[in-house]
């Protein structure tokens, strides 16, 4: 009778156990996580099951946060996805293959390729799957400037892997053609603005552009609404670029497209207004024009 009481008794924990490894599944395109202030750690999943997407991940020292990313298409992808850590330290870890068996105790995969640690913002970080899934791993690391609440916002996009994908500095950091402009202009933007640089600064590979806007011409989810927002009576809002493309802060009327990408609008074409409506009324004169012109 002992024995038996024994037995059901860690048959018992263990049910208990394993209902709270499970809770906190996501299948949606963006999930909100929030970790119960518990001694049992937990692996949380997520499967996420949109292409483009995003997650939330609140009090973050009661596990760790495992995520299988397939993406709705068929073959190999590119994931990308950058993270914001506050009073946190995340380690982002890739799970090998073949290898992704666990720790009687915490779940932890045995087979781990550290990719980036967390500790504010990263940079926009790639990799190309060798299958139809990635998975990633997500565990916190206690620091002593770790006080406060914890909080982690990662967004993430997967895409078809292509020679298209290949980041060249050259093609990306080069002006737009007049077609490439017309394009942007008309059909090829999220957010097209005429304004000028308030700011610009430089952010490890990134360089943040400041815009003052004079007139929205597309707002595609442009978030331009609030004080915070405004310099005076001017709306403001912050484009992005690679920090290998020399940005730098000059005077003058642009013209700016952008396009958004895991939370930020990435620049597309910057060219001067005078030069835009030279452009404009030279393919509206030879019939190229693929939109109206706002004046």
């Keep these: 009778m002992a024995c038996m009481a024994i037995y059901w008794t860690f048959i018992f924990l263990y049910l208990i156990i394993s209902i709270v490894e499970a809770q906190n599944i996501c299948y949606k395109c963006d999930c909100t996580i929030s970790e119960e202030y518990s001694d049992v750690r937990a692996v949380r999943k997520v499967q996420p099951v949109c292409n483009e997407g995003s997650f939330k991940w609140y009090n973050v020292y009661g596990g760790a946060l ?16 950058v993270l914001h850590a506050e009073n946190a330290r995340v380690q982002i870890s890739q799970e090998l293959p073949n290898e992704s068996t666990y720790s009687v105790n915490y779940k932890r995969p045995a087979g781990l390729k550290k990719l980036v640690a967390a500790d504010g913002r990263t940079n926009e970080t790639c990799i190309t799957s060798s299958g139809d ?33 290949v980041y ?50 597309r707002n595609r989810e442009l978030l331009i609404e609030g004080p915070k927002r405004r310099n005076g009576p001017y709306i403001t809002e912050t484009m992005t670029r690679h920090r290998r493309c020399g940005v730098e802060h000059g005077p003058g009327l642009f013209l700016f497209t952008g396009k958004w990408r895991l939370g930020q ?31």
């Design 133 to 165: 899934h990635i998975h990633l791993f997500l565990e916190p690391e206690r620091t002593v400037e770790s006080t406060g609440f914890s909080f982690v916002d990662m967004k993430f996009i997967m895409e078809k892997n292509n020679e298209e994908l």
């Design 168 to 217: 060249n500095t050259k093609e990306e950091c080069r002006p737009c053609t007049d077609i490439e402009l017309i394009q942007a202009y008309c059909s090829h933007s999220d957010v097209v603005i005429v304004g000028s640089m308030n700011d610009v600064k430089h952010i490890q590979d990134q360089t943040d552009i400041n815009i003052k806007i004079s007139k929205v011409i």
């Design 66 to 81: 495992r995520i299988n990313f397939k993406p709705i298409f068929r073959g190999e992808f590119r994931l990308c996805f």
């Design 265 to 295: 609008l990435k620049m597309t074409c910057s060219p001067y207004f005078n030069d835009w409506s030279l452009v404009s009324k030279r393919a509206v004169l030879e019939g190229s024009m693929d939109c109206p012109v706002v004046s």
